[in-house]
């Protein structure tokens, strides 16, 4: 069963930065396509950055150049680091891994960023 569990969420001043963990020990995602979604207060879910399994990574125009998603598969880790953040990257950070063409989410992290 995937069992993602994020880390790495907090408050940060505009400018800052933060990474961004996702893991899970019960399963070997190597083979899986992963990604980070975030949601806003009062906002959709929009897709942030994907990871297919060879390490390819695609990401949302708004985060592009701010962003880089990386995984180890060593680890059963994805990542995502965040640089020069702004408020408007504020939300709630989640991972997910398809699975046999299933979505599956982790629990989410905040992140704030303050002005």
């Known amino acids: 069963q995937v069992h993602l569990v994020e880390s790495g969420g907090g408050l940060v001043q505009a400018g800052g930065s933060l990474r961004l963990s996702c893991s899970d020990s019960?399963?070997?995602?190597?083979?899986?396509?992963m990604g980070w979604s975030r949601q806003a207060a009062g906002k959709r879910r929009e897709l942030v950055a994907h990871i297919a399994s060879d390490g390819r990574t695609d990401y949302t125009d708004s985060v592009k150049g701010r962003f880089t998603a990386s995984r180890d598969n060593d680890k059963n880790t994805v990542y995502l680091q965040m640089n020069s953040l702004k408020p408007e990257d504020t939300a709630v950070y989640s991972c997910y891994a398809i699975v046999s063409g299933t979505p599956y989410w982790g629990q989410g992290t905040q992140v704030t960023v303050s002005s």
């Open positions: 019960w399963r070997d995602f190597s083979i899986y396509a």
